[in-house]
T-cell receptor
Framework: AQSVTQPDIHITVSEGASLELRCNYS??????LFWYVQSPGQGLQLLLK??????LVQGIKGFEAEFKRSQSSFNLRKPSVHWSDAAEYFC????????????FGTGTRLKVLA | GAGVSQSPSNKVTEKGKDVELRCDPI?????LYWYRQRLGQGLEFLIY????????KSGLPSDRFSAERTGESVSTLTIQRTQQEDSAVYLC????????????FGPGTRLTVL
């Protein structure tokens, strides 16, 4: 069955530190992968997406993610975290066979220390 | 419109009552999705509409849940005989063509069943 796993429920980092949020997926076909961010009181916003091509994708707000097929992973990274990055981050895989529904992970809540 | 809108923003109802939640997608978007987000959890796919195709209802948790969409515009999610476990934020998203295109999310409807 298709699934997305975000093993870290909560992560705390200091402002200016680097960040990596983990995402593993299980899907037999070619995965289309996404990272969304949900800030307090706001809707979900797309950070970046991977469909094909270069396995390192750049997104908004200085985020990037790397697709590793061999590890079934799509980890999100940022070299230097800002206090405004405190939010909940969701990884998602779009199914591409028979339907185009999305499977979301359970999310990672990021706390940033000043 | 400028974005996806949902109404009401908050709904409090008594157990056993029926509720209707509304979603207005971005104009021209052919795909529309409904998700449920329980407190502290990820997004749970409910239903997906794509143009005039039969909707993907595989995520609806019970026959108390149903959804309709008029052409490529407004959608209504109906929950009959609400239960306390239905309490959640219900999110709607639309995308241009549903073919793994970026989903744009509405602000959600927070449903509380007493």
């Amino acid at each position: 069955a298709q699934s997305v796993t975000q093993p870290d429920i909560h992560i705390t980092v200091s402002e200016g530190a680097s960040l990596e949020l983990r995402c593993n997926y299980s899907y037999g076909a070619t995965p289309y992968l996404f990272w969304y961010v949900q800030s307090p009181g706001q809707g979900l916003q797309l950070l970046l997406k991977y469909f094909s091509g270069d396995t390192l994708v750049q997104g908004i707000k200085g985020f990037e993610a790397e697709f590793k097929r061999s590890q079934s992973s799509f980890n999100l990274r940022k070299p230097s975290v800002h206090w405004s990055d405190a939010a909940e981050y969701f990884c998602a895989v779009a199914l591409t066979s028979g339907t185009y529904k999305y499977i979301f992970g359970t999310g990672t809540r990021l706390k940033v220390l000043a | 419109g400028a974005g996806v809108s949902q109404s009401p923003s908050n709904k409090v109802t008594e157990k056993g009552k029926d509720v209707e939640l509304r979603c207005d997608p971005i104009s021209g978007h052919t795909a529309l999705y409904w998700y449920r987000q329980r407190l502290g959890q990820g997004l749970e796919f409910l239903i997906y509409f794509q143009g005039n195709s039969a909707p993907d209802k595989s995520g609806l948790p019970s026959d108390r849940f149903s959804a309709e969409r008029t052409g490529e515009s407004v959608s209504t999610l109906t929950i009959q005989r609400t239960q306390q476990e239905d309490s959640a934020v219900y999110l709607c998203a639309s995308s241009r063509d549903g073919n793994t295109d970026t989903q744009y999310f509405g602000p959600g409807t927070r449903l509380t069943v007493l």
